[in-house]
């Protein structure tokens, strides 16, 4: 078997373990039968995961809480003719997810730690179809493995822990995240209630994409025409939530 069947195999391995009730892994059903509406978008708007080698893996419920930290990268250094300041770009956004399981209970946290550690269970596969090609290579003779092992194929895209680690994706309400978790934490606590499970963790995002529009029925346009009801009157400050006058 050459490195090329090798990486066949692998990648249709996890093509196939992508698969899940929402559809392939590549196009959820919500997104495929609304191609109008934007991308990440969900019926029931509840944060999904996209996961390599296991597919779309959706919240049971939203979370209590995210939190998105952005931030630059500057340094700033004081001398004696005034402030030097360098200028490194942007830091990765910081998602800081928490909330509670609800009726879905401990199971709810076993589906979100299997998310938070799918690289390894994806890995495994790949190291599977690896141990079996080099088992099959030991039973030949070495010329045929030497002329597997170079046969000059790009193997760089074979995946690795890493590369599988940093390929979550993140969908919420028209927002997609990609990145990796830094951490997850959980809490069992009589204070909460019987039976409450409450979870926390932290995803970095290395790329982010799409916008996420207002769908509350009171939210208002922020870039165009007054927040009031009342357009007919012109003395309303734009953009005012109490209709205060102009001075």
Do not use: C
Not at 11 to 28: H, M, R
Not at 31 to 41: F, V
Not at 75 to 103: A, C, H, M, N
């Amino acid at each position: 078997m050459g490195i090329m069947s090798t990486l066949g195999s692998i990648a249709g391995a996890l093509g196939a373990a992508a698969g899940t009730v929402e559809g392939n892994g590549q196009i959820p059903d919500v997104i495929a039968m609304s191609p109008e509406a934007p991308i990440g978008y969900r019926i029931r708007e509840l944060m999904s995961w996209r996961v390599p080698g296991v597919g779309y893996v959706q919240m049971y419920i939203n979370p209590d809480e995210l939190v998105i930290n952005e931030k630059k990268n500057i340094v700033r250094q004081r001398t004696k003719g005034g402030f030097v300041v360098q200028y490194w770009g942007e830091e990765p956004d910081i998602l800081r997810i928490s909330g509670s399981t609800g009726t879905s209970g401990v199971e709810g946290i076993n589906v979100l730690r299997d998310t938070y550690r799918a690289e390894h269970k994806a890995f495994q596969t790949v190291s599977n179809i690896l141990a079996a090609n080099i088992t099959s290579l030991k039973n030949t003779s070495s010329g045929s493995f030497q002329s597997v092992v170079s046969d000059g194929q790009d193997t760089s895209f074979i995946p690795t822990l890493a590369s599988l680690a940093v390929s979550i994706e993140l969908y919420y309400q028209g927002w997609i995240f990609k990145g990796y978790f830094e951490d997850f934490n959980m809490t069992e606590s009589v204070s909460n209630g019987v039976g409450v499970f409450k979870y926390s963790m932290t995803f970095v995002a290395l790329e982010r994409k799409g916008e996420r529009s207002n769908f509350m029925p009171w939210h208002r346009s922020a870039q165009k025409g007054n927040s009031s009801y009342n357009n007919a009157n012109s003395k309303l400050t734009a953009y005012s939530y109490k209709g205060e006058y102009n001075k």
